[in-house]
């Protein structure tokens, strides 16, 4: 019997400030969400470290008094990584690596970590790696890489030209063959989504692990990787699937996150024209997470970014089962009641109503009201469906059960 390898997790510390833009609450919540992706990227967290700011400082990103207190605990605890909540400048970066002598990674570069983790097909790790490259680009200086020269030679490096120009040459390179190479596979994708007849298309969108795939599995009876990992997903999937007798295409994407780095934004929109082609989103939603709405929020502001806000949409807000809410004794006359207090049945009586039988509230691990989901997606696959052929009507009269 072969033993499975104990994974070894790196030890880490993450470091965040308070700002007039961002309180302490706000920051704890980035902070548990940068545990988890470091936890996903192969980290432990073993300490927090916050500090109270009106500004970055501009050359070690937190002040001088508390960079000691880290560099203490870094030397006392071994601590080979430091993650910071908020991206660094190249010269930030250059002068804590000098003062802690660890690794220093930014939460774009941690992000960037985990994607290329996650890349599985050849097209995803074209998008990851351009994402890397113009990340890199600006943090050549002093970031000595040596990288790979793939253009040395006679008649390839100006007179007097640096070491450094020549790789900043080699990067730009590198970055204009890959957006040729994506542009290439987006032209065959393409084609491929055309060929695809006139199946009426439908894509989950949402933040990352909110259990898209997990829905999906459930509703196409396939078997689409999911875990509860941030970005368990990369590579968009399609499925047909068949509610009733009423055949269409699904289509599984990419997870939103806040403070989602811009070179994956860039890289990473093609891969979201499943979501801009799409005639039905299903927002999915974990109810469960005590920021769902700034989730929510995310996801739409992305959604506006690719023109498919306004899109026919219905909210699925999933792992109803995991939900909890907070309790306040009869006899506590000074606790005020919060949206933590909530149940599901006061949530469905806020902004919630309004959306009327477009929210939905399932569990997809637990098959909860998956009926009843359903029901009401057949229904609106429906309606585009007669709209756009009416002589095919007769063929949908009603929901017919599985």
Do not use: C
Request: aromatic letters at 8%.
């Amino acid at each position: 019997m072969i033993e499975k390898e104990e994974t070894i997790y790196e030890k880490t510390i993450l470091i965040g400030i308070i700002t007039k833009n961002q309180d302490a609450d706000t920051l704890n919540e980035f902070l548990d969400e940068l545990e988890f992706l470091t936890y996903t990227a192969g980290g432990e967290v073993v300490k927090r470290f916050t500090q109270k700011m009106e500004i970055p400082n501009s050359k070690t990103f937190i002040g001088s008094g508390k960079m000691e207190e880290v560099l203490t605990y870094v030397e006392q605890h071994d601590i080979g990584t430091v993650v910071f909540d908020d991206e660094l400048t190249p010269a930030q970066q250059r002068n804590i690596e000098r003062i802690l002598k660890a690794k220093i990674i930014d939460r774009t570069n941690l992000i960037l970590d985990i994607f290329a983790q996650r890349a599985q097909t050849s097209y995803a790790r074209t998008q990851v790696e351009l994402a890397q490259y113009q990340y890199l680009l600006p943090r050549l200086t002093g970031l000595w890489t040596h990288l790979e020269r793939q253009r040395g030679g006679i008649g390839m490096r100006g007179p007097g030209e640096t070491e450094i120009e020549t790789d900043r040459r080699i990067v730009r390179d590198r970055i204009s063959l890959l957006k040729k190479k994506l542009l290439t596979i987006d032209k065959q994708m393409a084609t491929q989504r055309g060929n695809r007849g006139k199946l009426i298309r439908v894509a989950l969108v949402g933040y990352t692990n909110v259990g898209k795939s997990t829905l999906m599995n459930v509703i196409a009876k396939s078997d689409v990787f999911a875990e509860n990992k941030l970005f368990a997903t990369l590579d968009t999937t399609v499925r047909k699937v068949v509610i009733g007798n009423l055949p269409f295409l699904l289509s599984d994407t990419v997870g939103f996150i806040r403070k989602l780095p811009t070179q994956l934004v860039e890289s990473f929109k093609s891969t979201l024209d499943e979501v801009r082609e799409a005639d039905l989103l299903l927002h999915v939603v974990d109810i469960s997470h005590p920021q769902f709405e700034d989730h929510i929020d995310s996801v739409n502001k992305i959604l506006d970014e690719i023109d498919s806000v306004d899109k026919p949409t219905i909210m699925v807000f999933n792992k109803i089962d995991a939900y909890k809410h907070e309790t306040i004794e009869e006899d506590d006359l000074i606790t005020e009641k919060t949206k933590a207090h909530y149940t599901l049945e006061e949530w469905k009586q806020t902004w919630m109503s309004k959306i009327g039988d477009s929210a939905l509230f399932i569990s997809a691990i637990n098959k909860q009201n998956m009926d009843m989901f359903r029901k009401r997606v057949y229904q609106e696959v429906r309606e585009i469906h007669v709209t756009r052929f009416p002589y095919n009507n007769f063929l949908y009269p009603e929901f017919v059960e599985e």
